[in-house]
């Protein structure tokens, strides 16, 4: 009877250490994702206070935190995950992967008007691992529903540049918009777990819409209507762009 | 034109998108010379919007094309996986109805060989998903999801079977050898070795009411030994709010009422005695 009682005690003291140390580890993936979530929107408004004239200035303050959350923020989720981790805690780390890309493709946009590839983050986070180990790699899965996030920003982003008058790059934005959409109505079905991706979907419908809209309307009336009014203090409200942002 | 474009402004939302989409050519047309009025919102992006290659389009069509590939290829694996899954699913099934022979008193080496018939099989089923599985490496946890509650189940009545042959408890490096697991390669997840314990646990108070009445008096005393040791054990470890949470809290209802059946025969003086004494020291 002793021998039994003991045995099981050693068995399940063995499974208790496992247990707190997934457990710490997870703990500590959650926080460097919450700090990696944290700093991107950071990075992401930043972007959005760009406008026509101090562009230059505004998006390399941003590449420059972007660059901070990377080496900080990113560079502690690189030194928990290991193998199996990687897929084991994605449920612990992926919001924070994906604000990360989502700002990440945010400042690429507004620089360049293209879409920053997987690759090209993936290799920024090269160089954050210790060479032994494998280096962390966002997966196909985190990058495709940050990118479905960022569809949202570049909504602000639109309005935004629509009410200072920049509307041919609202358009531009409406073109890339639309094309996201179109791409990844092929992906969200066979993603991995598409319930969060469907959700994305319709929100990303959403926000494409109130852009196409929003550029129909000043299309249409505001061409006339700007010059009009003067450029200081222009009512936008006959183009119910007030409510687009919520 | 101005003329038009100024009703078009100030008319019915209807009326106004009639005339906005009569007069999508003349914009097309309008210079700058002649309608001053667009040169104010149109052309803005010349001083400082980024510059929009026309690559773009494509060098996304081709990101793209990558992904969904890719994502095919998981899709197949996943497939793959499920069709095992399926599979084991139903070795289960006719090894824990093998196992439910217990409760009818079928002697315990037939129910033991019936069970191990279906061992064979699952071992076979495991020895294919981790044949899958190397072609992925890294990515167990991937697909873990699609086998989990088979691999719990497994563990379940393994578990169950193994107590009914040694009356000890199936330890994890156990577990996974009676399956074929490698646990360097595709071993089995710790949680889900837990959570079949308390699925196990589920069956012995079922199991001890039928034992009782066919007779056997003693199987109560050894079951609640069992079932206090394994209870006093899982409360070693720190568990998240989480479902083996979940489940290892339901096993204290399991303990009751096999304590009730105990203490039924005990009142009753239909234990054996020697057994009583052992029980109370």
């Known amino acids: ?246 | 034109m101005r003329a038009t474009l100024r009703v078009a402004l100030f008319c019915s939302p209807l009326r106004r998108y009639c005339a906005a989409e009569s007069r999508r050519p003349l914009m097309a047309n309008a210079t700058p010379s002649n309608e001053p009025s667009s040169a104010g919102a149109g052309g803005v992006n010349d001083d400082g919007g980024p510059d929009f290659s026309l690559s773009a389009a494509s060098s996304m069509e081709r990101l793209f094309q990558d992904f969904r590939v890719q994502l095919e290829e998981s899709g197949n694996i996943r497939e793959r996986i499920r069709g095992v899954a399926t599979e084991m699913e139903a070795a289960l099934r006719v090894m824990h109805a093998s196992i439910l022979l217990v409760h009818q008193s079928v002697s315990v080496p037939e129910v033991l060989m019936k069970a191990k018939a279906q061992t064979d099989v699952l071992r076979d089923l495991y020895g294919r998903l981790a044949g899958i599985l190397r072609e992925c490496p890294g990515q167990y946890y991937r697909y873990h999801g699609d086998w989990r509650s088979e691999t719990q189940n497994a563990v379940s009545l393994l578990s169950f079977v193994h107590w009914l042959e040694s009356a000890s408890l199936l330890t994890h490096v156990e577990a996974e050898s009676k399956l074929g697991l490698d646990s360097s390669e595709f071993g089995m997840d710790t949680e889900d070795y837990l959570i079949g314990l308390c699925f196990m646990s589920n069956e012995l108070p079922r199991y001890v009411v039928n034992r009782v009445t066919a007779g056997d008096y003693d199987c109560p005393r050894k079951v609640l030994n069992f079932l206090t040791e394994l209870h006093s054990a899982f409360r070693m470890l720190n568990l998240r709010n989480d479902f083996l949470r979940k489940k290892f809290d339901g096993m204290k209802y399991d303990l009751r009422r096999v304590e009730e059946v105990y203490y039924d025969v005990k009142i009753r003086g239909l234990a054996p005695v020697g057994c009583i004494q052992d029980q109370g020291s």
Not at chain 1, 170 to 178: P, Y
Not at chain 1, 206 to 213: R, V, Y
């Open chain 1, 1 to 246: 009877m002793m021998s039994t009682t003991s045995a099981m005690k050693v068995e399940f003291e063995h499974h208790s250490n496992y247990l707190n140390e997934l457990n710490d580890k997870r703990e500590r993936v959650v926080k460097a994702s919450r700090d990696v979530t944290m700093n991107s929107k950071k990075v992401i408004f930043q972007v959005h206070r760009a406008s026509k004239n101090n562009r230059e200035e505004v998006l390399s303050k941003a590449e420059k935190d972007l660059a901070t959350v990377t080496d900080h923020f990113m560079s502690k989720l690189v030194k928990e995950l290991h193998g199996t981790d990687f897929w084991k805690l994605r449920r612990a780390y992926t919001f924070g992967v994906q604000e990360y890309v989502e700002a990440a493709l945010f400042c690429r946009f507004c620089r360049t008007g293209t879409v920053l590839g997987l690759n090209e983050i993936n290799a920024t986070l090269v160089p954050l691992s210790h060479p032994s180990d494998e280096p962390l790699q966002i997966n196909v899965l985190d990058y495709v529903l940050g990118l479905a996030d960022l569809t949202g920003e570049l909504m602000r982003l639109a309005i935004g540049r629509i009410s200072e008058g920049e509307v041919e790059y609202a358009e531009k934005i409406c073109r890339f918009v639309q094309n996201i959409y179109r791409e990844l109505t092929l992906l969200a079905p066979i993603m991995d777990d598409n319930a969060e991706m469907k959700k994305k979907m319709e929100t990303m419908l959403q926000s494409a819409t109130k852009i196409e809209n929003a550029c129909f309307s000043v299309h249409v009336r505001g061409l006339e209507y700007i010059p009009l009014l003067g450029t200081d203090d222009i009512d936008y409200s006959f183009m119910s762009l007030q409510d687009l942002d919520s």
